[in-house]
């Protein structure tokens, strides 16, 4: 099992080979600015929220973020909702991680879909416990976490940040509409009526956003429903 997690992770990390992968398309959330004064303090960061609304972009740019400061081989990130992952434990693919890239000093744990993994909650209150120098950052939906023993486990071992889907600000850059100056939203009044209407009927999550069909955006919100 362990060669095959290893299989994975390296999947899912493709800058430990200099590869930069699905970091690339990403793009800026106005949220970071409070996320990221959560992110470099010691407690684990969990970001939760409904399903798509962008935790796992969130998370992918705290690691674009790290990449800048960090070794690769110090980053790992694992999408516990690949069922390539099976019935891994936190500490399965922690073991396999240090297995494969032997990391030195300070090391980043993303675990996306954290739920996913049974008994999480006392795999990671083992790891933040053991005095072992890294920073754990989790995602879940906010029913998915509500149902395990996430509380009592990591009461006072982490932080939570609620991820909603865009703001309108947020919605107007996605756009290409981004606003500066007072000049730039007199010049561009038509544009934002428009795209509030949008706004107002489509919502703001972040696939039906960037998606240029409207009927496919009705489409993916009746999914998500």
Known sequence: MIHNLKENLAFWNPWWEGESGMLDDLRQRGCMEAIEPLFARKEMLALTGVRRSGKTSIM??????????????NVLYANLDDPAFGAASIGDIVQAYEELKAPEGRRLLFLDEVQESD?????LKRLYDSGTDVKIVLSGSNSSLLKTEYSRHLSG???SYD???LSFEEYLEFSGVGIRTEGQRLAR???IRHL?????EHGG???VAIEPDRTLGRTLLKEYY
């Open 60 to 73: 992918l740019l705290l690691v674009r973020k790290a990449l800048k400061e960090i070794a690769p081989e």
């Open 119 to 123: 008994g999480w909650e006392r795999w």
């Open 157 to 159: 071992r982490s932080i």
């Open 163 to 165: 991820v909603f889907p």
């Open 189 to 191: 009044a038509n544009r």
């Open 196 to 200: 509030l209407a949008s706004y107002m």
């Open 205 to 207: 999550f972040p696939e």
